[in-house]
């Protein structure tokens, strides 16, 4: 019931900067975590980077210090400012958003595509 739209992916240099950022509509509940997964080809979707509605975050290692995410919770918005980007970084981005509140659910956008160039 709820729907996730990413915005902001592309093709950038290696240290080149993207912001991603993912809105969300429908039945929602004030009590969740929202963020962003990646998955490479070949590889498992991985964290990148979560945060809950109180303002908790979490980063995977990899890019801690380069990629700052917030969000609005107003607008039920989520932003994820990637700086220094590495080839590395290439995958397809996720939106995710979890309600915490019972029953939990997790739900996923249709994903953007992020491309680093060496």
């Known amino acids: 019931q709820v729907q996730l739209v990413e915005s902001g992916g592309g093709l950038v240099q290696a240290g080149g900067s993207l912001r991603l950022s993912c809105a969300a509509s429908?039945?929602?509940?004030?009590?969740?975590?929202m963020g962003w997964y990646r998955q490479a080809p070949g590889k498992q979707r991985e964290l990148v980077a979560v945060?809950?509605?109180?303002?908790?975050?979490t980063y995977a290692d990899s890019v801690k210090g380069r990629f700052t995410i917030s969000r609005d919770n107003a607008k039920n918005t989520v932003y994820l400012q990637m700086n220094s980007l590495k080839p590395e970084d290439t995958a397809i981005y996720y939106c995710?958003?979890?309600?915490?509140?019972?029953?939990?659910?997790?739900?996923w956008g249709q994903g953007t595509q992020v491309t680093v160039s060496s």
């Open positions: 945060m809950s509605s109180g303002g908790t975050t």
């Open positions: 429908g039945s929602s509940s004030n009590i969740n975590v």
């Open positions: 995710n958003f979890k309600r915490i509140m019972l029953p939990p659910t997790t739900y």
